[in-house]
């Protein structure tokens, strides 16, 4: 209809007329709808590295942990529980990969946190992590130089340690670290091999990292007794879920019974984790839903005000022949305009606050267009929903009251 | 030929007050194509409330109204507003031109509301043809605040007229003009009447009731007097008295300061 065409006309002339403004009212959208995509942008990005870095820990991994380590979602730290004990690890090589052979290979973990490593005059904190020889296997991590450390050193508390590639470029910047010693405390170790880069997992180098043989790391570093988890790779993806039922069954017996730790496959590892994730970007999408109604309640503030303060406006209009109808559209078209508009801007604000605080935070950042398409739809609605009211009050005027208002 | 504007016994109570004010009481007038009626009184005799009946922005408490044949007391809001759009023209005291939006949007206004579709280029000449019947299609693109009062009242006038009404209602055009400026509007009102648009305006003062065809005087709400103006001040005339005795004014007097 020709009117509706011209009534989105006459909105925009009067959003324009009063450009600051306009803007100013805007700003609580822009501010409210800026924020969501925002947070899903770095909730999503957030989701995504968790995941990716999960995939990459290597195929077909099952990990055995004290129940505490993952209760709800919040990552407990080293040494929690006192639970999982080598001999754990050595009933498993026996029973299940010598014995029924679903399972390739086995690797106990210890993670020790960062720890004074001195070499070649020079210190430096790398994780000092303890793990059996067939660490690389299981990661699918490639050793560069020289060779990881085998079963014998792993008996024998050898003093031997394999190297990441940060630690190794910080400690001996002109290369040539395989054949040298670092020391950890008095303890003098050897290096015998050097590991290929990893890259960053949730934000944490996993190339600064020392690794020694676990038995080394728990008689002569950390002097603990107990493991943090016990990595394990079943021989194919068809065989994981007995390979669960299988090592619950093996430690709940070696337990008498208690089940004080847990058997997580990569997808329930991802689970896990993301599901922190997942409450963070709710709540933070809460917030910012609740920013969306305020903004709303802002415009229809203003819309109130305009329609007072254009009360002749709107009589001079009536009495040249607009219909209540057409003056409700006008108002109600402004209030969307200004809501939509908000919205559109807000989703830029939202992309580039996002980028710039995954550019200086380095936080993966991932934008949603199914959320900017919301946000943008929603935030028209807002505007139908808070614009009625005033648009409803402004239609119904009197024509002769409306021009004698002064 | 049958009236344009006939209203029979026609009355207005306000009861919105503590007491009701019987404002118009009782008026029957019967206004044929072409007039150029003056409605007098002095200030609470009535005229507005009567000239607002007129215009269908009010409707009488009792009696009937018929607007070019059709009974407009017994019409609804919608249908008030498309009559106030398709037949009559309205000029105002106080102008009442959208501030901040320029002449030609001002005369463009009634074309929006209307049932007739048209392009933004038809409504464009239109309004633009409108400007210049009042002399100011050279104005076309100032806001109000640029225009003096009397250019203002001259866009209200053209605003009026773009939709070709049937009549034209002004309530005190001239109330808030300088003298001459009031017969620069009048000449105007002339002119359209001359071309056979009827107007009805308000006014108190006798001297522009003077340019008038017909006086009416209203007191107390009822009409007291209808009469044919005597010796009718024509304002093309007025304005070159007006423009003489300025000159000689400044042949003798010296230098005037320009204002
Ligand atoms: N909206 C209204 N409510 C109550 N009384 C009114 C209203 N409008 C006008 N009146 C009264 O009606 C009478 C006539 O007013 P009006 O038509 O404005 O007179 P005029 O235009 O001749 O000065 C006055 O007594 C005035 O106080
Ligand atoms: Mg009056």
Not at chain 1, 92 to 101: H, P
Not at chain 1, 154 to 183: H, S
Not at chain 1, 207 to 215: A, G, N, S
Not at chain 2, 40 to 61: E, I, Q, V, Y
Request: proline share 3%.
């Amino acid at each position: 209809m020709m009117r509706f065409y011209v009534t989105i006309l006459m909105a925009l002339r009067a959003l324009r007329r009063n450009t600051m403004r306009s803007i100013l009212t805007a700003l609580g959208m822009i501010i409210g709808v800026g924020a969501v995509i925002a947070m899903v942008s770095i909730g999503n990005g957030a989701k995504a590295q968790v995941q990716s870095a999960i995939a990459g820990l290597g195929d077909n991994l099952i990990i055995v942990s004290p129940a505490s380590l993952n209760t709800g979602g919040v990552r407990g730290g080293a040494g929690t529980g006192v639970t999982l004990v080598p001999a754990d690890a050595d009933a498993i090589v026996a029973d299940l990969q010598e014995g029924n052979k679903r399972v390739m290979s086995v690797s106990p973990y210890i993670g020790g946190g960062g720890m004074q490593v001195l070499a070649n005059g020079l210190n430096w904190r790398p994780q000092v992590l303890g793990v059996g020889p067939d660490w690389p296997d299981i990661r699918s991590w490639r050793v560069t130089e020289g060779t990881f450390f085998s079963e014998e050193d792993v008996k024998t508390a050898a003093k031997v340690a394999v190297i990441g590639k940060t630690t190794a470029d910080t400690l001996f910047p002109e290369g040539g670290a395989v054949g040298q010693m670092v020391r950890i405390g008095n303890i003098p170790f050897k290096v015998i091999g050097m590991m290929d880069t990893k890259g960053f997992n949730n934000n944490q180098d996993q190339d600064d990292v020392l690794f020694l043989p676990y038995t080394s790391h728990m008689k002569r570093v950390s002097r603990r007794t107990s493991l943090n988890s016990i990595y394990v790779k079943a021989r194919n993806e068809d065989v994981v879920d007995r390979v669960k039922s299988d090592l619950t069954d093996l430690l709940t017996q070696r337990r008498n019974g208690a089940v004080d730790f847990q058997v997580q496959d990569q997808a329930e590892i991802a689970a896990a984790r993301t599901a922190a994730t997942d409450t963070m970007t709710y709540l933070l999408g809460a917030i910012a839903g609740v920013s969306l109604l305020v903004g709303g309640i802002g415009i229809m503030n203003i819309m109130l005000v305009s329609v007072t303060e254009r009360t002749r406006e709107i009589g001079i209009r009536l009495a040249l022949g607009a219909h209540g109808k057409d003056v409700l559209t006008q108002f109600l078209i402004e209030a969307i305009l200004l809501s939509s508009l908000g919205g559109i801007m807000g989703v830029a604000l939202g992309i580039g606050g996002s980028q710039l605080a995954g550019h200086y935070k380095g936080w993966a950042v991932e934008p949603s267009t199914t959320a900017m398409v919301i946000a943008v739809v929603f935030s028209s609605f807002v505007g139908v929903f808070f614009g009625f009211y005033p648009a409803r009050k402004a239609a119904a005027m009197d024509p002769i009251e409306a021009l004698r208002y002064e | 030929m049958a009236p344009v504007v006939k209203i029979l016994d026609i009355h207005k109570i306000y009861d919105s007050g503590e007491v009701p004010v019987h404002a118009v009481r009782g008026v029957s007038l019967e206004i044929h194509r072409g007039e150029f009626l003056a409605l007098m009184g002095s200030s609470g005799s009535g005229k507005s409330t009567l000239m607002n009946m007129l215009g269908a922005l009010d409707r009488p408490t009792k009696g009937e109204y018929f607007l070019d044949g059709t009974d407009v007391s017994k019409l609804d809001k919608n249908d008030l507003a498309d009559i106030r759009n398709q037949k009559l023209g309205f000029v105002f005291q106080g102008f009442n031109l959208l501030s901040r939006t320029t002449a030609l949007e001002n005369v463009e206004l009634p074309l929006l509301y209307g049932k007739k579709r048209m392009s933004s280029k038809a409504m464009k000449e239109r309004a633009m043809h409108c400007l210049d019947i009042v002399g100011l299609s050279k104005r076309s693109d100032h806001m109000p605040n640029q225009l003096s009062g009397g250019q203002q009242q001259r866009v209200a006038i053209a605003r009026a007229l773009v939709n070709e009404p049937q009549v034209l209602l002004a309530d005190e055009p001239t109330g808030n003009l300088d003298s001459k400026t009031s017969i620069e509007v009048m000449g105007v009102f002339q002119k359209l009447n001359e071309q056979g648009i009827t107007i009805v305006m308000v006014t108190h003062e006798l001297d522009i009731a003077h340019y008038c065809k017909r006086d009416l005087i209203l007191r107390d709400g009822v009409v007291v007097r209808d009469e044919l103006v005597k010796d009718r001040s024509i304002a093309e005339r007025e304005l070159q008295r007006l423009a003489e005795a300025e000159a000689k004014a400044k042949l003798i007097g010296g230098p005037i300061p320009t204002v």
